[in-house]
């Protein structure tokens, strides 16, 4: 799995159109609140030219890409926290994501309702914002009160425990955004209680089909999300989701014939590869090519074991061809008659694009 991305919103935002655009799971997109009930979830294949071309030069006769996961709950709005609409129930589904995508509405349509009645970008993401953040609060306290009842016997870990626990809520208490960076005992309690507030976050400014990237609604959005240290990504949901619709080679010529630079769907993926620092690496053989996902500045030792778990403990060496050399020659004959195949132990860092052969004990 390559990563799983929550995506919320408030109702109208164009969640549901932009998971539709993703996943071409057709789920029902409505112009009116609270379509979305159910959670849904969505497998992503990632389409990648690197691994076809590694599949090419190894001669593999099937190809394993990455897989993405995108989940789309119901509609936030104000008040969630404490009951309003039917968001707050659904916040559980996202928890164990590794990313949020907020979808922001900057488009205007008099057809399409709206829970505030006006536009206004940067007031929407701050709602979605703001109960979020209540919410983690409040899985927070509930937390806060079971480790201070174990801790009254002065129980070591208890008592450290419950001082991280504390420092996490003055933190989100304090709501100031973007949130300060956690110290690394803090991230690990964040991460066991799936704090959504301290995930990597990327905001989705959902445009209009006649809008342009310059759109002064995306690009307020744009403003806000660059005061929070994070990436915006214009995006034309509705047409996106038509691309979805139609064979691979037919996509092209329908962005050209709608004035659309580029596919949103691949600058969606890359830029939540971006956000959470992940890079992808390849092995290949008679049998397949395959794409592996990994954290940037994974070990060697570490990816092996993404391959397969044996491989860590058994670990020898890696023999890596970084994919330029891959590109430039074309051939792995070539590049072993050439001496060009690194030989790294189980530091070597992983490198993005790196073809790698694992040697390990028998």
Not at 226 to 246: D, M, N, R, T, W
Not at 266 to 286: D, H, K, S, W
Request: aromatic share 8%; net charge negative.
């Amino acid at each position: 799995m390559g990563f799983k991305c929550g995506l919320v919103g408030l109702p109208n935002a164009g969640k549901s159109t932009v998971f539709n655009a993703l996943t071409r799971l057709g789920v029902e997109a409505s112009a009116y609140p609270f379509c979305t009930i159910d959670p849904h979830f969505g497998v992503v294949p990632i389409q990648d030219e690197r691994l076809d071309f590694v599949m090419k030069v190894a001669g593999s006769p099937k190809k394993t890409p990455t897989l993405l996961e995108f989940v789309d709950i119901a509609g936030l709005v104000k008040g969630a926290s404490q009951g309003e609409g039917l968001g707050n129930q659904f916040l559980s589904h996202i928890q164990r994501v590794d990313a949020v995508a907020h979808v922001v509405r900057c488009f205007k349509d008099a057809n399409v309702s709206h829970p505030y009645q006006t536009l206004d970008p940067v007031r929407d993401a701050e709602i979605v914002e703001t109960e979020i953040l209540l919410k983690d609060l409040d899985t927070l306290q509930r937390n806060l009160s079971k480790v201070r009842a174990a801790a009254r016997s002065g129980n070591t870990e208890m008592l450290k425990k419950l001082a991280l626990l504390e420092s996490i809520g003055e933190i989100l208490n304090r709501a100031r955004f973007p949130l300060p960076a956690l110290h690394e005992d803090q991230k690990q309690a964040a991460a066991e209680l799936n704090l959504l507030s301290f995930k990597p976050v990327l905001f989705i400014a959902n445009l209009g089909e006649q809008a342009d990237p310059g759109d002064p609604l995306g690009k307020k959005l744009e403003g806000f999300a660059a005061s929070h240290a994070a990436l915006c990504i214009p995006f034309y949901g509705k047409v996106q989701a038509e691309i979805a619709e139609l064979p691979s080679g037919d996509q092209g010529d329908f962005l050209s014939a709608m004035g659309v630079a580029e596919n949103g769907v691949q600058t969606l993926i890359q830029a939540g590869y971006a956000v959470l620092r992940l890079i992808t690496f390849y092995t290949a053989n008679e049998t397949e090519a395959h794409a592996w996902t990994v954290q940037d500045g994974t070990h060697a030792v570490q990816a092996a074991g993404r391959v397969h778990s044996d491989f860590e403990a058994h670990f020898i060496k890696a023999e890596v061809v970084p994919y330029k050399l891959l590109q430039e020659f074309g051939s792995l004959k070539e590049l072993h008659d050439r001496g060009l195949i690194q030989i790294h132990g189980r530091d070597y860092p992983v490198k993005d694009g790196d073809l790698i052969v694992f040697r390990v004990r028998k």
